[in-house]
Structure formats: C-alpha cells, structure tokens
Nanobody, 119 residues
Framework: QVQLVESGGGLVQAGGSLRLSCVAS????????VGWYRQAPGKQRELVAE?????RTNYADSVKGRFTISRAKNTMYLQMNSLRPEDTAVYYC???????????????WGQGTQVTVSS
C-alpha cells in the first residue's frame, strides 16, 4: 500500500556533498516520524538522523555539523556535506506511517542507496 523509494546516492570525493531523497508513495496514509540509517561493510546498522513525532531532530555524533535531515510533505531528505571516506555505506530511509483500514502505525523502509566517498 505504501512504498519508500530512495535516490541521490553515488560516488563523491572526500569533502564533497550529496543529497539523498526518499519519497513515500501510495494513498490514504500519514507520516509520523522519519529517519535515516546506514550500514557499512562489516559493521552494524546505525541511526544517522531522525525527526521524531515531536519534530525534534537527532543526529549521530559522527555526523553532527555535517548532515541535515528535513522533510517536505511526503519526501524526506538527508543533506550530506564535508563527506569523509568513513561515511561510505548503504543508506536507508525509514518512516513510521499510519494507514487504513484501522490507521495503526507501521514501520516502513526504503530499498537502500549506496554512498561511496573516495579519498
């Protein structure tokens, strides 16, 4: 009923910037909270940034001052500046979404997009 589709990943040199996008498509749904996660080879998935139901933004210590999360209606963004090789990972968007028939809240994930930062 609802899908999250990511875009914006790619190869960039250290110090460069990328902007990831995640579009929620479908009908009759409402987005509550959103977040971005990443997973590098051989490492656990980690929370990068989120916007809570109370509209508070939280960032991982490793990206504070460099990354910015934002949302415009059904699209969420992750602006990544001053990229470093250690930022290389698959990035996933996440959203808590209410939908019919009972308007319960469900957890949705995007398909993932590769970000590679070269030195």
């Amino acid at each position: 009923q609802v899908q999250l589709v990511e875009s914006g990943g790619g190869l960039v040199q250290a110090g460069g910037s990328l902007r990831l996008s995640c579009v929620a498509s479908g009908s009759d749904f409402r987005i509550n909270a959103v977040g971005w996660y990443r997973q590098a080879p051989g490492k656990q998935r980690e929370l990068v940034a989120e916007i809570t139901n109370g509209a508070r933004t939280n960032y991982a210590d490793s990206v504070k001052g460099r990354f910015t999360i934002s949302r415009a209606k059904n699209t969420m963004y992750l602006q990544m500046n001053s990229l470093r090789p250690e930022d290389t990972a698959v990035y996933y968007c996440n959203a808590r979404i209410e939908r019919p028939p009972a308007w319960y809240e469900y957890d949705y994930w995007g398909q993932g997009t590769q970000v590679t930062v070269s030195s």
